[in-house]
């Protein structure tokens, strides 16, 4: 009866071991390389390796952005700078990164909508993996200069503007959202029991951040990749 026991008990943790090792998490091994849509970021499948490129990069004083001044790759055997319409994002060191753009008025677009032609775009870091993935901005858009009076050296505005944004991916649907009490509270929705929790919290505003690693834990999303090499 004791192997019997024994032998199941092992199985039981075996089990919860691997269904821990095939979710997407911070500890989900990434592969280095480019994405070029949502679709092979979640797959876990580079469309480019990172080689095939020819990338250099801005120093930026922001600890999770990424800034490329230019980006090439060989097109019938020239090198030719990308289309960064054509990049989702990529992924170095193990790090994943989304790229975004700051459009006027101050709007914040992300992957393949970032509408950044021809390399000099930007990236942040998804901090936090999970059914949803968190990542912030924090950079500094210059103003531009107006063109209507060029000559006149009092035109310009001579100050920029911060901005700063935290955003959630839903990784079921690559959406992004804004990240609020008011939108967590709806994503949660699909697990009743932390959404009444949530609701019931007294200083909701503070614990964001612990709910919604509680939503990643109760709700996992499965490696693709893993899943399709068993």
């Given amino acids: 009866m004791r192997p019997l026991l024994f032998t199941a008990a092992m199985l039981i943790i075996c089990s919860q071991a691997f269904a821990q090792s095939i979710n997407i998490n911070n500890q989900t091994n990434f592969k280095d390389g480019v994405y070029a849509t949502y679709e092979d970021f979640l797959n876990n499948e580079p469309s480019f390796p990172l080689e095939a490129f020819s990338i250099k990069w801005y120093d930026t004083d922001f600890f999770n952005v990424l800034k490329m001044k230019s980006c090439k790759n060989f097109v019938k055997g020239k090198l030719k700078k990308s289309d960064m319409n054509e990049i989702w994002g990529f992924c170095m060191n193990g790090t994943p990164y989304i790229?975004?753009?700051?459009?006027?008025?101050?709007?914040?677009?992300?992957?393949?909508?970032?509408?950044?032609?021809?390399?000099?775009?930007?990236?942040?870091?998804?901090?936090?993996?999970?059914?949803?993935?968190?990542?912030?901005?924090?950079?500094?858009?210059?103003?531009?200069?107006?063109?209507?009076?060029?000559?006149?050296?009092?035109?310009?505005?001579?100050?920029?503007?911060?901005?700063?944004?935290?955003?959630?991916?839903?990784?079921?649907?690559?959406r992004i959202y804004e990240y609020d009490e008011y939108v967590l509270s709806q994503l949660f929705k699909?697990?009743?029991?932390?959404?009444?929790?949530?609701?019931?919290?007294?200083?909701?505003?503070?614990?964001?951040?612990?709910?919604?690693?509680?939503?990643?834990?109760?709700?996992?999303?499965?490696?693709r990749s893993i899943l399709a090499k068993q």
């Fill in 99 to 174: 790229q975004y753009s700051i459009q006027l008025p101050y709007r914040i677009l992300f992957g393949n909508q970032a509408e950044q032609a021809n390399g000099k775009s930007s990236f942040t870091r998804l901090r936090i993996l999970g059914n949803l993935c968190h990542f912030s901005i924090e950079d500094y858009y210059p103003k531009r200069a107006n063109p209507t009076f060029r000559d006149n050296g009092f035109n310009k505005e001579r100050h920029g503007r911060m901005v700063r944004a935290q955003r959630v991916l839903k990784l079921a649907t690559g």
């Fill in 190 to 223: 699909d697990d009743t029991f932390l959404a009444s929790q949530f609701k019931q919290e007294s200083n909701r505003d503070q614990k964001l951040f612990m709910y919604l690693q509680k939503y990643n834990e109760r709700n996992p999303v499965a490696n």
